[in-house]
Nanobody, 118 residues
Framework: QVQLVESGGGSVQAGGSLRLSCAASGRTFSPYDMGWYRQVPGKEREFVASIYWNDGSTSYADSVKGRFTISRDNAKNTMWLLMNSLKPEDTAIYYC???????????WGQGTQVTVSL
């Protein structure tokens, strides 16, 4: 069974930074890709960023480009999201996800709250 455990959320003032981490565990789990999504109560979950495990190529939502950086450590099956220049509209629960192949279903973490205040 694969487990994803997020950490690093919290409260910060606008303009500040946070770094989220997501650790994947499972005896034979080798990610194909991993990513971050976020959700505000009453709204749909939205894509934030993703990274392909093999070559490290990344993708970002337009709203976070230039401010957020996704990275990974292959050996540790861990992914990070460095969030700089945070804005109040970045406030949400952030979820990490992962899949083992292009055709696999996604595993999801439990989520971590990020709150950005003025």
């Amino acid at each position: 069974q694969v487990q994803l455990v997020e950490s690093g959320g919290g409260s910060v003032q606008a303009g500040g930074s946070l770094r989220l981490s997501c650790a994947a565990s499972g005896r034979t789990f080798s990610p194909y890709d991993m990513g971050w999504y976020r959700q505000v109560p009453g709204k749909e979950r939205e894509f934030v960023a993703s990274i392909y495990w093999n070559d490290g190529s990344t993708s970002y939502a337009d709203s976070v480009k230039g401010r957020f950086t996704i990275s990974r450590d292959n050996a540790k099956n861990t992914m990070w999201l460095l969030m700089n220049s945070l804005k109040p509209e970045d406030t949400a629960i952030y979820y990490c996800n992962a899949r083992q192949s292009f055709w696999s279903s996604y595993y999801w973490g439990q989520g971590t709250q990020v709150t950005v205040s003025l």
